[in-house]
């Protein structure tokens, strides 16, 4: 739905990489490559599906889709590479391969799992 709509996403999820097992979900992780969330809002609106107000923040965006939250974090590109504005305070880099690929799903990189969940405390307290 979002990729015919112009927003391809790449799932962000370990059990696709095989790092955890498949188990009960509450919500879907997609990475959405894109300068910001424009042609989203655009996209969520034509469908007819509202944001979460309290998911709503610098680098992420969330809806629910028949029952599942579904929440995209904003993955933009400048000359260093791809990266995540996360809260408009810490910057994390994603490796060159993030936006991969596997059983013919666009899945997020083994690197791009292991370096997110490896800084995500430390990026979570940045000033």
């Known amino acids: 739905m979002l990729e015919t709509g112009r927003a391809p996403c790449w799932i962000f999820a370990e059990q696709l990489r095989g790092v955890r097992p498949a188990g009960p979900h509450k919500d879907l992780d997609l990475l959405y490559p894109a300068e910001d969330f424009t042609g989203l809002k655009r996209l969520l609106h034509a469908l007819a599906l509202e944001q979460i ?3 709503r923040s610098r680098h992420k ?6 029952g599942v939250m579904v929440e995209l974090f904003l993955v933009q590109h400048d000359e260093k590479g791809l990266f995540t504005n996360l809260w408009g305070r ?4 994603w490796p060159t391969d993030a936006l991969s690929s596997a059983m013919g799903l666009p899945v ?5 799992l292991a370096r997110y969940r490896a800084q995500q405390r430390a990026l979570r307290r940045a000033p």
């Open 61 to 66: 965006r969330a809806f629910v889709l028949d």
């Open 53 to 55: 107000p309290a998911k």
């Open 108 to 112: 997020a990189s083994l690197a791009a």
């Open 90 to 93: 810490a910057r994390h880099d």
